[in-house]
T-cell receptor, first 112, second 112 residues
Framework: GNSVTQMEGPVTLSEEAFLTINCTYT??????LFWYVQYPGEGLQLLLKATKADDKGSNKGFEATYRKETTSFHLEKGSVQVSDSAVYFC???????????FGDGTTLTVKP | SQTIHQWPATLVQPVGSPLSLECTVE??????LYWYRQAAGRGLQLLFYSVGIGQISSEVPQNLSASRPQDRQFILSSKKLLLSDSGFYLC???????????FGPGTRLTVT
């Protein structure tokens, strides 16, 4: 079956530091890959996505590249801000599957 | 544009009492609908998903049930709540079965 493994948190960084949150997956076929973000007390929001190998998803300074050879979709940002403090979820979904598979989430805290 | 509503936002219920959480989606037709639970500091647990009216798939065989009485309405129910039912309940929808999901604001349930 499908699975997603995320880097365990929590992750604490200083403002303007470089961020990497690792995500690897196991799936049949050619899934779409997603990063979602959850701010305290809220639902999840789609941050970025990639639908095929070598695609790069980007949004709000965050980037992730769909690497089929390493089955990875690592999230990166060059300079984090305090407002980026949140929980980040990596997820995958197969075309025509009824559901997505989510990682356990990684909590990021950015200190001024 | 599409919006998703969940209510209530917070709920405190005694053990053994019934539960009804409602989710509605506006601005789209025949969405895929999902119920998730998130325990404190934990990842997402998929409870139910639905690809159409009257079509419910259960992921977790517990004392919870779901119904979809209308195309854009998804209801989560329980006849008798347990302490372990406490958590943050999230409803989500997607256009495609393998596509990105859009989450509601969530319901914080505390069973006392």
């Amino acid at each position: 079956g499908n699975s997603v493994t995320q880097m365990e948190g929590p992750v604490t960084l200083s403002e303007e530091a470089f961020l990497t949150i690792n995500c690897t997956y196991t799936a049949t076929g050619y899934p779409s890959l997603f990063w979602y973000v959850q701010y305290p007390g809220e639902g999840l929001q789609l941050l970025l996505k990639a639908t095929k190998a070598d695609d790069k998803g980007s949004n709000k300074g965050f980037e992730a590249t769909y690497r089929k050879e390493t089955t990875s979709f690592h999230l990166e940002k060059g300079s984090v801000q305090v407002s980026d403090s949140a929980v980040y979820f990596c997820a995958l979904a197969n075309t025509n599957a009824g559901k997505s598979t989510f990682g356990d989430g990684t909590t990021l805290t950015v200190k001024p | 544009s599409q919006t998703i509503h969940q209510w209530p936002a917070t709920l405190v219920q005694p053990v053994g009492s019934p539960l009804s959480l409602e989710c509605t989606v506006e601005g789209t037709s025949n969405p895929n609908l999902y119920w998730y639970r998130q325990a404190a500091g934990r990842g997402l647990q998929l409870l139910f998903y639905s690809v159409g009216i009257g079509q419910i798939s259960s992921e977790v065989p517990q004392n919870l049930s779901a119904s979809r009485p209308q195309d854009r309405q998804f209801i989560l129910s329980s006849k008798k709540l347990l302490l372990s039912d406490s958590g943050f309940y999230l409803c989500a929808w997607s256009v495609l079965a393998g596509g990105e999901q859009y989450f509601g604001p969530g319901t914080r349930l505390t069973v006392t």
